[in-house]
């Protein structure tokens, strides 16, 4: 039923949870692509839009937010195709113009994103021409404080990026920085309800058309996190700790240990909320619940990935 609800013209690419999802909308007058993924998944990126697009240009790419895994395909995007112009949401717009990956998020996480060009933002509020349809812009903080969501109003399609998957929502970063977003979680939560999309496009994770479920489980987690946001502070640091490791595969658990002393989120989150404990031994804790989940695997001194 999920796949009768897309419109032909509408061709969801689910990626690994390194890579967002690609939405790739088609038109007659204009091929246009929300999302492009991590950088070290940029080749792929390319090759499902040859192979889905053929000897057609891609003339539009929207980036919902500017987390790495979104946008980190950008530069490889516009270096194929020349004419393509790509929107951005206007919170950070002066910092891509300038290209400050301590602001954009990079530096702090560990991640990496190559300078991209943009074109003009995206402004909540307004409609945006997509393909063959038209898109409503609505701002979505939380996860990320400029985050956007699109909303397709005839056949009532949601794109939620990580506002929204079927199981929770992404890391709220600004509580990271120290910055209280929970009820920013919760709003834009309260606006995906009130818009009841019959299927729900979300950043990670296969589309679903089963709304309520998914956002009792996020409010579940919500709440949670609110009650402790030392647990929120936990599940973070093992997320960009997962991060690292899909990207890198393998690594030795030294080097490892030093790439999180050398990554300032990991000081800050520690320094908020784990300063009781030596670092080396919380990441050596954090290590373990990813081993004990399956999550990731040490032989030796090797840490891998799973």
Known sequence: MTAALLPPDIRVFERGWLSSNNILLLSETGNALIDSGYVSHAAQTLALLDEALGPQPLDL???????SDHCGGNAALQARFPGLRTLIPPGHAEQVRRW?????????TGQ???PFRLDAVLVPGTSLRLGARDWAVHAAPGHDPHSVILF?????????????WQNGFGVVFPEIEGLQAFDEVG??????????????????????????????AARQRLAQFRADPRRHARHAAKVLLKFKLLELQQIALADFHDWAAQTPYFALLHESYFAGS???????????????AAAARLDGPILFNQ
Do not use: K, M
């Open 100 to 108: 400050d990956a301590a602001a954009l998020s990079y530096t702090p």
């Open 61 to 67: 790419l929207v980036n919902t937010h500017l987390h």
């Open 112 to 114: 990496s994103c190559p």
């Open 278 to 292: 030596d670092f080396r031994s919380w990441i050596d804790e954090l290590l373990q619940d990813l081993v004990r």
């Open 187 to 216: 709003a834009t939560l309260d606006l995906i309800e009130s818009l009841r999309p019959r299927l729900v496009i979300p950043g990670h994770g296969r589309p679903f058309e089963q709304l309520d479920p998914a956002l009792a």
């Open 152 to 164: 397709e109003p005839e056949h009532r399609l949601l794109v939620s990026a990580d506002a929204l």
